[in-house]
């Protein structure tokens, strides 16, 4: 009798199935070009950190930019001249002065790192006609003949060249003058300011249009992605250089500034040590817009009153 053999089938077991080789290593090329294409952008920002920090050295005026802005308000006699002095280096610097009669006042403008200040004709005499000046726009070195590489304290440098060349000039002390800084031009004021009050010869106001708490913390929020704070060397911290600093400021700022945000200008103002400071917000004006003439008669208006309350109190 033949017997009967049962045909059940076997059990069904869970296999295990290891990623092949072929995958691991797939991703391993993929993360082995991800941080080295960091590796890149990062050494990228280090090697063009002065193009990025100082444009208008290397490249010229953005064309988009409204190129009326300077214009004077009304019609003025006089011719905007140039003025020169000497670098720590002994390099001739050519900035553009405007004077008229009987001015009340003398004004070192220190301009932005996008323009030259043989674009800012216009704005001078504007300056000269809101705050009844003389006007010097500085130029700083790079900006006006190639082959120098700003810095941050090569602009400290030429900011300090010409308020001294500007005091001689016009016989004003030097703590009489009001240095005037819009942008990356606030930066440069506040590290002349601190070395001037350093030397015990500070300026009794200073203005700040548009400017930052320092270069590095605006860069970290553009390139967040980036470690902007350990790698840039012109870090322009004017909390730092502003710490001593116990005159007047008249600081202004746009609402919907993009370039360098509004909150960077405010904390700049918080941080400030002097008891007579003002903080001016303007709802409708960009980073490039052309300064109002109301704003401007604000401006010297709320300047007027922290000199003649300063000048009570001392």
Same mark, same amino acid.
């Given at each position: 009798?033949? +017997?009967?053999?049962?045909?059940?089938?076997?059990?069904?077991?869970?296999?295990?199935?290891?990623?092949?080789?072929?995958?691991?290593?797939?991703?391993?090329?993929?993360?082995?070009?991800?941080?080295?294409?960091?590796?890149?952008?990062?050494?990228?920002?280090?090697? !063009?950190?002065?193009?990025?920090?100082?444009?208008?050295?290397?490249?010229?005026?953005?064309? !988009?930019?409204?190129?009326?802005?300077?214009?004077?308000?009304?019609?003025?006699?006089?011719?905007?001249?140039?003025? $020169?002095?000497?670098?720590?280096?002994?390099?001739?610097?050519?900035?553009?002065?405007?004077?008229?009669?009987?001015?009340?006042?003398?004004?070192?403008?220190?301009?932005?790192?996008?323009?030259?200040?043989?674009?800012?004709?216009?704005?001078?005499?504007?300056? +000269?006609?809101?705050?009844?000046?003389?006007?010097?726009?500085?130029?700083?070195?790079?900006?006006?003949?190639?082959?120098? $590489?700003?810095?941050?304290?090569?602009?400290?440098?030429?900011?300090?060249?010409?308020?001294?060349?500007?005091?001689?000039?016009?016989?004003?002390?030097?703590?009489?003058?009001?240095?005037?800084?819009?942008?990356?031009?606030?930066?440069?004021?506040?590290?002349?300011?601190?070395?001037?009050?350093?030397?015990?010869?500070?300026?009794? +106001?200073?203005?700040?249009?548009?400017?930052?708490?320092?270069?590095?913390?605006?860069?970290?929020?553009?390139?967040?992605?980036?470690?902007?704070?350990?790698?840039?060397?012109?870090?322009?911290?004017?909390?730092?250089?502003?710490?001593?600093?116990?005159?007047?400021?008249?600081?202004?700022?746009?609402?919907?500034?993009?370039?360098?945000?509004?909150?960077?200008?405010?904390?700049?103002?918080?941080?400030?040590?002097?008891?007579?400071?003002?903080?001016?917000?303007?709802?409708?004006?960009?980073?490039?817009?052309?300064?109002?003439?109301? +704003?401007?008669?604000?401006?010297? $208006?709320?300047?007027?009153?922290?000199?003649?309350?300063?000048?009570?109190?001392?």
């Amino acid at each position: 009798m033949q +017997s009967e053999t049962s045909s059940q089938p076997a059990p069904e077991t869970d296999v295990l199935v290891a990623p092949s080789r072929s995958r691991w290593g797939r991703l391993t090329k993929l993360l082995a070009f991800a941080v080295v294409a960091y590796a890149l952008v990062c050494g990228a920002l280090v090697l !063009w950190e002065t193009r990025l920090v100082f444009p208008g050295a290397y490249f010229d005026a953005n064309p !988009w930019m409204d190129q009326s802005r300077f214009n004077p308000d009304q019609p003025q006699f006089g011719e905007v001249v140039s003025f $020169d002095y000497q670098s720590i280096d002994d390099q001739t610097l050519s900035g553009r002065f405007f004077e008229r009669e009987d001015a009340s006042r003398v004004i070192l403008f220190l301009h932005g790192n996008g323009i030259r200040a043989v674009d800012m004709d216009g704005w001078a005499r504007r300056l +000269s006609d809101a705050f009844d000046a003389n006007v010097l726009v500085a130029e700083y070195r790079g900006y006006q003949e190639p082959g120098f $590489d700003p810095s941050e304290q090569s602009t400290f440098d030429d900011a300090i060249a010409a308020i001294d060349t500007l005091s001689a000039a016009t016989n004003t002390p030097v703590e009489n003058i009001l240095v005037y800084g819009r942008s990356l031009g606030g930066g440069i004021a506040a590290g002349l300011v601190e070395a001037l009050t350093d030397r015990g010869t500070p300026p009794k +106001s200073l203005v700040l249009d548009r400017t930052f708490d320092s270069v590095a913390d605006v860069g970290a929020d553009m390139f967040w992605f980036l470690p902007v704070r350990f790698l840039i060397k012109n870090r322009f911290d004017s909390i730092q250089h502003l710490q001593s600093y116990r005159g007047n400021v008249v600081q202004i700022h746009g609402t919907p500034d993009r370039i360098v945000p509004m909150k960077n200008g405010r904390r700049l103002h918080d941080h400030l040590a002097t008891p007579t400071k003002v903080w001016i917000e303007v709802s409708d004006m960009r980073h490039n817009d052309r300064i109002s003439l109301k +704003s401007l008669q604000q401006l010297n $208006d709320e300047l007027e009153l922290l000199e003649a309350n300063s000048h009570r109190e001392s």
